[in-house]
């Protein structure tokens, strides 16, 4: 279990700090991080990217391995298949519903409730106020 989650971490903390680098934030990363990324760049430098990635990624598992408490040297853990699994028995194309009818004309207007305009709404509210200011407050 320790193993698992070294393992996770450590492919999860060498994408972010990759990131960081390629976003001109290497600055911000702690000192561990800076070392591992100085140990990618000459990996790097001698073999291909994907190998130099997955060895600097075996560097910091070992490294969380021991800081998580594991015990003795840390085992090798299976990474997930190169290529990915495709499995298209189960896939289902995406039809389009159906378009609903619309209601017809008829019916809505119906029952639909006559609107008043908005101007006589307003006409109405300004003969309230005129009328509480000239009977109330005189």
């Known amino acids: 279990m320790i193993a698992r989650r070294a393992d996770t971490k450590a492919r999860a903390d060498f994408a972010t700090w990759k990131m960081m680098v390629k976003l001109n934030g290497a600055s911000s990363l702690p000192a561990e991080a800076l070392t591992f990324l100085a140990s990618y760049k000459s990996l790097a430098e001698t073999m291909a990217e994907a190998e130099a990635s997955e060895a600097t990624i075996e560097l910091i598992y070992k490294s969380y391995y021991v800081d998580m408490g594991g015990t003795g040297t840390a085992p090798d853990i299976k990474s997930m298949p190169k290529d990915p699994i495709v499995d298209t028995s ?27 305009p908005v101007a006589l709404i307003f006409i109405c509210l300004a003969l309230i106020y005129v009328g509480i200011r000239y009977f109330l407050l005189q």
Not at 97 to 112: E, G
């Open 90 to 116: 189960n896939v289902m194309a995406f039809k389009r519903p159906s378009p609903q009818p619309l209601p017809a004309a008829n019916s809505s207007a119906t029952k639909a409730r006559p609107r008043l």
